[in-house]
């Protein structure tokens, strides 16, 4: 088997460095190991993606090593029965007929208003 790539190796010791900084905050441990799970099926060529999720990483690490942090906790949408993880019907991503969840931001990068003023 070939040496890791230096991004790999990055991306091993943010990883250590998220767990270690987890220790002892409710939720944190679960949560790193779930989001790098998610992401583990990435493939290696999609390189913009997994820096970006580096970076991510990253700047998660600040806020989990900060003395302001006491636990991490993660906003998620309860799925319906016929919903897939990561499908269409992902947050942020508009099914094909139009009718699921959309972006907050209109097509013009600008929040969008509901009629409820909301």
Do not use: C, N
Not at 1 to 22: C, D, F, H, K, N
Not at 58 to 84: I, M, N
Request: hydrophobic content about 30%; overall charge positive.
């Amino acid at each position: 088997m070939s040496r890791p790539s230096r991004l790999q190796r990055q991306v091993l010791s943010l990883y250590r460095e998220l767990l270690r900084a987890g220790r002892g905050k409710p939720g944190a441990e679960a949560r790193v190991r779930a989001e790098f799970r998610q992401h583990a099926s990435l493939p290696r060529t999609d390189v913009l993606r997994i820096e970006y999720l580096y970076r991510r990483g990253r700047r998660q690490l600040q806020l989990l090593r900060s003395d302001h942090a006491k636990a991490l906790g993660a906003f998620v949408r309860p799925r319906g029965p016929t919903e897939e993880p990561g499908g269409a019907a992902a947050l942020g991503t508009p099914s094909e007929d139009g009718d699921g969840p959309r972006s907050p931001l209109d097509s013009s990068g600008a929040p969008e208003i509901r009629p409820d003023g909301r």
